[in-house]
Antibody, heavy 117, light 107 residues
Framework: EVQLLESGGGLVQPGGSLRLSCAAS????????MFWVRQAPGKGLEWVSA????????FYADSVKDRFSISRDNSKNTLYLQMNNLRAEDTAVYYC??????????WGQGTLVTVSS | EIVMTQSPATLSVSPGERATLSCRAS??????LAWYQQKPGQAPRLLIY???TRATATPARFSGSGSGTEFTLTISSLQSEDFAVYYC?????????FGQGTKVDIK
């Protein structure tokens, strides 16, 4: 059974940084691309970033480009999202999803990031 | 960036009735279209991919159709567990983009 468990969310001040982690199990992690998708409180889904299985290709939404960085450690079956220069509008639940292979076929339960002073 | 527009924003349907949800892309995405269902307090789950292929565990009452720029998700006979928010997503181009969602609620 595919399982994705996000962690690392919390309260951070504007301009601060946070690193999210996603521990994956139940599939061959290195063989699949991964995505981050977020959802602001009471709002819809926003695709954030993607990373290929090898880690060699990355993609970002314009709203987070140059501030967020996606990475993975295939030896630890873990996906990361480094978020810098955080803004109030980055407040959201962040979901880690498995690529299946081009859409999100499995989702974690999410981790809440709140950017506020 | 491809803009995905869903309509209506809210659809009020009685249990047992048919529901038809629409999704339009600002440019052709071929059949690279997925539908997701999200219930309150839960993560979304994949329903349909390739515009019309049901994901594992998606009941047969859910069907998807369309290609290019116009897509439809149909729920043939609404069950109580189907009242939720539905999102379409294109995966033809980067960045991937979602529609704003259609909430299906009880009439």
């Amino acid at each position: 059974e595919v399982q994705l468990l996000e962690s690392g969310g919390g309260l951070v001040q504007p301009g601060g940084s946070l690193r999210l982690s996603c521990a994956a199990s139940g599939f061959t992690f290195s063989s699949y691309g991964m995505f981050w998708v977020r959802q602001a409180p009471g709002k819809g889904l926003e695709w954030v970033s993607a990373l290929s299985g090898s880690g060699g290709s990355t993609f970002y939404a314009d709203s987070v480009k140059d501030r967020f960085s996606i990475s993975r450690d295939n030896s630890k079956n873990t996906l990361y999202l480094q978020m810098n220069n955080l803004r109030a509008e980055d407040t959201a639940v962040y979901y880690c999803t498995k690529a299946g292979p081009y859409y999100s076929d499995h989702w974690g339960q999410g981790t809440l990031v709140t950017v506020s002073s | 960036e491809i803009v995905m527009t869903q309509s209506p924003a809210t659809l009020s349907v009685s249990p047992g009735e048919r529901a038809t949800l629409s999704c339009r892309a600002s440019q052709s995405v071929s059949s690279n279209l997925a539908w997701y269902q999200q219930k309150p307090g839960q993560a979304p789950r994949l329903l349909i991919y390739g515009a019309s292929t049901r994901a594992t565990a998606t009941p047969a009452r859910f069907s998807g159709s369309g290609s290019g720029t116009e897509f439809t998700l149909t729920i043939s006979s609404l069950q109580s567990e189907d009242f939720a928010v539905y999102y379409c997503q294109q995966y033809s181009n980067w960045p991937r983009t979602f529609g704003q969602g259609t909430k299906v609620d009880i009439k």
